[in-house]
């Protein structure tokens, strides 16, 4: 398993890339859904969110070397030489990531081997890179490195952006109440 050092050390030349892929697809995402942005349910906004990010990032990591990408029933991978397998989630405000319940996520954040190793190899390390937003749900709160394994951290989260100041308005859309039932005039 990396140390938090291996970690910072192996991660520090993709810092700027992550930090533009995850921002722009925040901007992205708001430039998009700004009209209708209260009607779409929060796992469809994450859903959405994260499929900006992957992109971006793949985009941004295409010429990086021993950068690969993987998807293995739905679930997107991201691997960074043979040390780190990393999947991007939205973060809670413990910087766990939020997670569907299913054997695939449960193995992941258990340290759970997902490839062959040799005996003188040592196994990949599982590790989310995640994101957080503020209070009104406007902009990137920050952007981090986590290792879980089960319910603890294995080392404290690494932060990529702290508190950024990415602009973006969201128009308010005005709640209409529906009427409560059908409204009889008296005669």
């Known amino acids: 398993m990396l140390t938090r ?12 890339a992550i930090r533009h892929a995850f921002v722009t697809a925040i ?8 009209s209708h942005l209260a009607k779409i349910h929060e796992r469809t906004k994450a859903s959405y969110i994260n499929d900006l990010i992957f992109r971006n990032l793949v ?13 293995i029933r739905g679930q997107r991978r991201l691997w960074f030489g043979d040390a780190a397998c990393v999947r991007l989630k939205k973060l809670d405000r413990n910087k766990r990531p939020k997670l569907n319940a299913s054997q695939m996520s449960f193995d992941f954040l258990y340290q759970a081997t997902v490839q062959l190793t040799l005996p003188d190899m040592q196994p990949p390390t599982n590790l989310f890179i995640g994101y957080t937003l503020n209070t009104t749900r406007t902009a990137i709160n920050g952007v981090y490195i986590v290792c879980i394994n089960g319910d603890v951290f294995e080392w404290a989260p690494i932060e990529i952006l702290e ?4 602009p973006t308005p969201v128009a308010l859309i005005p ?5 409560s039932g059908r409204v009889r005039v008296r005669q």
Do not use: G
């Open 5 to 16: 050092t291996q970690a910072e050390d192996l991660f520090r030349p993709y810092h700027s």
């Open 59 to 71: 985009d941004a990591l295409s010429s990086a070397p021993n950068v690969r990408t993987e998807e």
């Open 27 to 34: 901007q992205q995402y708001f430039e998009v859904h700004r």
């Open 163 to 166: 508190n950024a100041a990415v």
């Open 175 to 179: 709640s209409v109440a529906s009427p």
